[in-house]
């Protein structure tokens, strides 16, 4: 039985960390190609190369992969060899590219150039198909039923094929990265879970309205700026956050400080709306969350209290004071009238 490989983009970070020349020193260009074709097209185009290692020359080994969703949602391609074909979504068995090692001087560029073939029959399935091609440091090896491969960086291809193809979305989940409503400050991070429950790749965008208690529209987000793709029967998460300074810069700042920096106060209702599709369907959602500073409501409050106690001490006084003016005052017209009555 065939050992699967799958290769996520995190394992491929983990040995650039480790290996200090190669794919990391690699610049691909573009980083995707998206195609619209019927059965029976043949697209030709081209990879950008460029060596970015000051010294030394560089070979690069061209493979083609198949790839995939990740199940951590995270959106990250999980490839997989050219003979292992997912819910026939594949790609990699219609690219046709040169496979011999490719060697670049320091500070030079070179092109691969590609084609894709889309057959034609009942056997190609309508919809997105999903391939890539990735740039090695080392030549594949076949180690018994497995593919072995080194540090690489690939260049990712999304077809779409004409035909009954089927663009359903729908929003798993929309809520927050911390699950509560009650907040002391900002930043107020949100996570949007999209699901492609149709046959082809979808682009959902849109924007998040954040109100406050009497409707006033006081931030506006974009959603998936990036225009990233949610694959066929997958879910992928968006994360976005409304903020005034980063927590970076907040980083050594006091919880206190943070209340100051990144203030909101109150009720707030959130409004997602999002467009997907090659016809721009619809869809929204709503939550709401509350803000409560209680730091700065304490000292504030504190304040206030002081602040009305001197108030209320200084009125006291100085009514008893107006009281003793005005007892003085009654006793000198007293006396002033036995004076008189004496003479």
């Not at 996520?8 to 480790?18: E, P, R």
């Not at 068995?93 to 894709?116: G, K």
């Not at 080392?138 to 080194?150: D, F, K, M, Q, T």
């Amino acid at each position: 039985m065939k050992r699967r490989l799958f290769i996520s983009f995190f394992g491929l970070l983990a040995v650039l960390v480790l290996l200090p020349r190669g794919a990391d020193a690699l610049t691909i260009s573009p980083p995707y190609f998206d195609y619209s074709l019927n059965p029976g097209d043949t697209v030709l185009d081209v990879i950008k190369l460029y060596n970015e290692s000051e010294t030394g020359t560089e070979t690069y080994y061209p493979i083609v992969m198949n790839f995939g969703a990740s199940e951590d949602e995270g959106g990250s391609p999980q490839f997989y060899p050219p003979e292992e074909d997912q819910m026939g979504r594949g790609l990699a068995q219609w690219i046709t590219v040169d496979t011999s090692p490719i060697t670049i001087a320091a500070q030079e560029r070179a092109n691969l150039q590609f084609s894709i073939n889309v057959p034609k029959g009942a056997d190609v399935q309508p919809g997105g198909h999903y391939g890539a091609i990735l740039m090695s440091t080392s030549p594949p090896s076949i180690e018994g039923n497995g593919v072995g491969v080194a540090s690489q960086l690939s260049s990712i291809m999304l077809v779409r094929v004409s035909g009954e193809v089927r663009e359903v979305g729908g929003i798993a989940e929309f809520g927050f990265a911390d699950p509560q409503v009650w907040y002391n400050h900002l930043p107020i991070d949100f996570l949007l879970r999209f699901e492609n429950s149709g046959n082809v790749h979808l682009r959902p965008t849109g924007n998040l309205m954040i109100k406050n208690w009497y409707g006033r529209t006081v931030e506006s987000l974009r959603v998936n700026p990036e225009f990233k793709s949610v694959l066929p029967m997958s879910i992928r998460k968006f994360t976005f956050g409304w903020t005034k300074e980063s927590e970076d810069s907040l980083s050594r700042s006091s919880a206190l400080e943070k209340e100051l920096r990144n203030f909101a106060l109150g009720k707030y209702t959130a409004q997602l709306v999002l467009n997907y599709g090659s016809t721009n369907q619809v869809l929204t959602a709503t939550r709401v969350f509350y803000v409560w500073p209680w730091r700065l409501m304490a000292i504030f409050g504190g304040g206030l209290l002081i602040l009305l106690l001197g108030f209320w001490n200084f009125k006291r006084n100085y009514d008893k004071s107006l009281l003793r003016r005005f007892e003085r005052m009654k006793k000198q017209v007293d006396q002033s009238k036995k004076t008189e009555d004496k003479e």
